[in-house]
């Protein structure tokens, strides 16, 4: 479960270390808070190899089956996330090169996400899974992504392109309009999306930041968690 915090550290192994711990919290989180509220009951893989396919979990909901990758966004100090990025392309360590990140990877048996926008902390510490305070969980089909996305005329093929012309002249963001722009509940049009590439992390990656409001719009599962 990859956690996205708008982290700048170039600290590699810090930021790994403090990442898993969070990762740790945020499972039982999910599993002893979020999922039984959800009518969710998913087998969690343990298997290095199925993780390493973007399958944290499994289980079947309205006669679907979700091959379920878990990604949490974690607030950067005070500043509440909006967004949650799209993994385009990275550098693996030891890589001279980017490939491509895990929304792109072909082998990649990921069927959808659930993702959690953690928008509080008790003291502002990651102590346990009562330390989060409030929070968001969405339940997305990466089908839904793309349908939105093809919807908005950003194809697949598009992306690639771009994410290679933003790698080939060291582009650090690139701004794609919307074929149909909306206007999201506090007034705030959106017409546009970003793709940024995070040259000052090791493993570089090119990202496509998407709002929270569409993840909203096209999810299977959306709810909010407030604890005491």
């Known amino acids: 479960m990859p956690l996205y915090n708008g982290d700048h550290t170039n600290d590699y192994e810090q930021r790994r270390r403090e990442d898993q711990g969070r ?24 298997e290095k190899d ?9 289980f079947k909901l309205g ?22 990025c799209l993994e385009l392309s990275h550098r693996p ?3 001279y090169h980017n490939v491509d990140g895990w929304f792109f990877k072909e082998d990649n048996l990921t069927n959808s996400y659930m ?17 989060i305070t409030s929070a968001q969980v969405l339940l997305v089909r990466k089908k839904a992504i793309l349908e939105w996305l093809e ?19 060291g582009l650090d963001k690139y701004y794609l309009k919307l074929a149909n722009p909306y206007t999201e509940e506090d ?9 940024v590439q ?15 409001s569409v993840y909203m719009q096209i999810a299977d599962r959306n709810r909010f968690i407030i604890q005491q």
């Open 23 to 46: 990762e740790a919290i945020v499972c039982d989180f999910l599993d002893n808070k979020v999922y039984p509220k959800m009518g969710i009951h998913p087998k969690r893989n343990t």
């Open 50 to 58: 199925t993780q390493l396919k973007g399958i944290d979990i499994t």
């Open 63 to 84: 006669g679907e089956e979700y091959l379920c990758d878990e990604k949490s966004a974690v607030r950067n100090g005070t500043k509440r996330l909006n967004t949650f």
């Open 93 to 95: 360590r030891g890589f």
């Open 115 to 131: 993702l959690v926008w953690v928008d509080g902390l008790r003291n502002d510490q990651w102590r346990s899974s009562e330390s």
């Open 151 to 169: 919807g908005q005329g950003i194809s697949e093929e598009r992306l690639r392109k771009l994410t290679s012309a933003m790698l080939e002249q």
């Open 187 to 195: 007034g705030k049009v959106v017409d546009s999306i970003k793709m």
């Open 198 to 212: 995070l040259e000052y992390l090791s493993e570089n990656p090119v990202n496509l930041l998407l709002p929270r």
